[in-house]
């Protein structure tokens, strides 16, 4: 039997990128695939907890990174885990196979594409098949809620990842019609109402923390 | 200018004096954090610092002097190895931690959503140290660099890859470009 392990990028275990890992494993799953998630800051945490991941990824067939954007880049603890594999020289299995999901708060995908390029790199260095990597954008919207509450957004997303693992089980690299799927298109044209939208949301929180100026500046001399 | 380095080579880099020299030369006032050394956690994306002690991490480590010095800067230069065609993780430890430096609203510039800065827009400069100065892993770098630049709203940016190759006046010259572009 296949095994794939996903990995959890999110410093915040049961956010978005841990959702999306579920909604991987279930797909997985029904294919025959044996999976298991782990979070990286499990592993950051807990050098025993970072030697089982490590067995677990020198058996596995499939190991897919599911992450967000930090700073238009990967978390810091995903670099470190990166870093570690790579010094660490672990083990292979033939024709494994690498893949990413990467998610942020802005609806352009294209902001992970430096995400994309580094986990490429590291499949490579790895000597992993590079299958190929999904973004997704608007995930804050999404707010670390379970697929299956998610309505007609949530069935697009599942969709979409029962495309990615067919692709997988079938040793093809990520068709880009999952990408396709993926995507939410927000028109130009709803950027102000959707800014003015998310910054209502963001000053009705701090109002609710007892917080009436945003913009105070600590650190000024 | 007042220029904040923020070093994640894993040892003292040569490059780093000649950089320093080169900033001195132009007159810049210069701290420099070399961040293997600090003791700095990894950010947990909580969002205190946006909307519950606005413009203050409530994880309190190193990073105190480091949002001080930023905060007062006209200047933020990354130096560091390239490591999968992007930032060490050494470096990126504490850029994870420049959420702080952001207001927890969003604008719309040209075809993007951004989150304005807390202390005024700063320039940046990006310097990578790698085995070549060309290929993949240095095409993604400049990417990166250039998507921070759009990003933190920089007003000018400059990145560039140092290899051993370069000669020591090459380096320089590189340098005094780089410092040319940001200021200009």
Redesign the interface.
Known sequence: MRSMILLNGSPRREKTSFRFSQAIQKQAEACGVETEIYHIIDAFESSLRMDEVIGKIEEADYLGLVTPLYVDYLPYPVLWFMEECIKREIRVKSGAKFFAIAQCGFPDVRLLDPIMGACEIFAKKMKREWVGGIGYGGGAILDGIPMEELGKRGELITHAFSMMVEDLVNDQKIREDVQVEMTVRIPRILYRPLAFYLNHRSKQIARKNGVHDLWTQPYID | MRAVILDGHSGKNHLEEILLEELHNQNWKVESFFLPDMQIL?????GSC???????CILKDEMEPI??A???CDVMIFFTPI???????SL??A??R??TMG??????KG???LHPT??GNKRLMGLGTYQHCDG??V??FN??VE??AL?MISPAYSHRVFCPKLETHTIRTMIQEMVEEVTS
């Open positions: 990894p950010c947990r994306s909580c946006g909307t519950k002690t606005p413009g203050t949002f001080h930023l905060a007062n490591q999968f065609g992007g930032y060490s993780a990126k430890k850029v994870d420049l959420m207001l927890p609203l969003y604008r719309v075809d993007h959503l807390r202390y993949e892993e095409v993604n990417l990166l998507r921070n990003n």
